[in-house]
């Protein structure tokens, strides 16, 4: 069941698009809208700084809703700010994002371009915010006061998976060492192979070619018990801690 108010403020802001990047709120967005008769369509961006899995986990969550699904790519590394990891790299990064998702929208007819932003996130914490504001991007669950329990409520009532809350591999990295192709591989390898056996968020912060890998508690004896794996990869030294 969609909130009343989500569903009237869904149909008041068609035709929509939705930026889907595969994590859970924007799944339960598209869920939303789709119910509430709007026929939206998708957006994912590729930037290159994602774990390659998560545009295919969006291609197959807009698949089974039965939504248009497109997938336009921006190079974030061409961008000085990204790739030298300042610390504006996510308010460039989340502009560059929409305003292409934007771009899609006006292109193909639509009014509006929707985000899963909702009512726990913190603008403070989320530097991306002032470009969606900027931008004019609608936020359909921050509007409505829905937060994140709400969020996963519906996502069972929906029967969608509830994911691990994901971000971009570029946050692994200390402030002003640069974003390589090279170092989001590997932090993207090394969080797969943890991924593999350890459930929930895991997390892989990498200074140089050191290592600290963060996992959920009572997973640390799990965690090293695959260092040998993670240290393969081309890594100095791993030490695990709590995430």
Do not use: Q
Request: proline content about 7%; charged content about 25%; glycine content about 10%.
């Amino acid at each position: 069941m969609v909130p009343d108010c989500l569903c009237t403020y869904l149909r008041d802001h068609a035709p929509l698009v939705v930026a889907l990047s595969g994590g859970t709120d924007s799944a339960v967005l598209l869920a939303a809208a789709v119910r509430a008769g709007v026929r939206p369509s998708a957006v994912t961006v590729e930037t290159g700084l994602a774990a390659p899995k998560e545009a295919g986990i969006a291609a197959e969550v807009a698949a089974s809703l039965g939504v248009p699904h497109a997938v336009v790519r921006v190079d974030m590394l061409a961008v000085d700010a990204v790739r030298h990891n300042t610390a504006e790299r996510c308010y460039v990064c989340k502009r560059l994002m929409m305003e292409a998702v934007r771009a899609w929208a006006g292109e193909h007819g639509y009014a509006y371009v929707t985000d899963g932003t909702h009512a726990g996130d913190d603008p403070a914490d989320r530097p991306g915010v002032r470009a969606l504001r900027e931008l004019g991007i609608v936020s359909p669950f921050a509007a409505c006061g829905i937060g994140r329990e709400e969020i996963v409520a519906m996502a069972h009532a929906f029967g969608l998976p509830v994911r691990p809350s994901s971000s971009c591999l570029a946050t692994r990295l200390p402030p002003g060492e640069e974003v390589t192709p090279e170092k989001l591989r590997l932090i993207g390898e090394a969080e797969a192979v943890l991924g593999e056996r350890i459930p929930g968020r895991v997390r892989v912060r990498v200074r140089g070619r050191s290592v600290r890998v963060e996992v959920p508690a009572g997973w640390d004896d799990e965690a090293r018990a695959l260092l040998p794996r993670i240290l393969a990869l081309g890594f100095d030294d791993v030490t695990v801690g709590g995430a």
